[in-house]
Every structure is written in structure tokens, then in C-alpha cells.
């Protein structure tokens, strides 16, 4: 993350790029190589299934609400 000093703005960043899947599970995959498209995959977040094989939020998640990143 970049901090600015001075007379310029400090927003919070737009998008996180993060690598390793250890990290993060985004559910980034085809509907057809996975069963986490079904229950009861994601019943805790985001609520239905997502392609998520986490059942509740991961790290980045909790990092995107904190600064702000991402609203859920």
C-alpha cells in the first residue's frame, strides 16, 4: 500500500492484486472443474454458493474491509 505525505490525497487503493492462493480464495474458476459451485459451499459467505472453497472470508477480505477496498 502507498502512503502520500504533504497536500496530497490520500485515497484508499481501488483493487488488490494479490499473489498465491494461499492468500486468497476468489473464486475464480469454471463452474464445470469444481464442485464449489454447489452447497454447501459458501453458505456462511457470501451466502450461496460463489466457486469459493472457503466457507466464510479469507485474509484479503478481511484486508479489503479494513482500508476500505472493498464494501461488502
Known sequence: MLEVEGNQVNDA????YVFGDSYADTGNIRK????SWKDPYG??????????????????????????????
Open 32 to 35: 464445470s472443474l469444481s464442485n
Open 43 to 72: 453458505v456462511t459467505f457470501p451466502g450461496k454458493p460463489a466457486g469459493r472453497f472457503s466457507d466464510g472470508r479469507v485474509l484479503t477480505d478481511y484486508i479489503g474491509m479494513c482500508n476500505n477496498t472493498f464494501k461488502f
Open 13 to 16: 487503493p481501488k483493487k488488490m
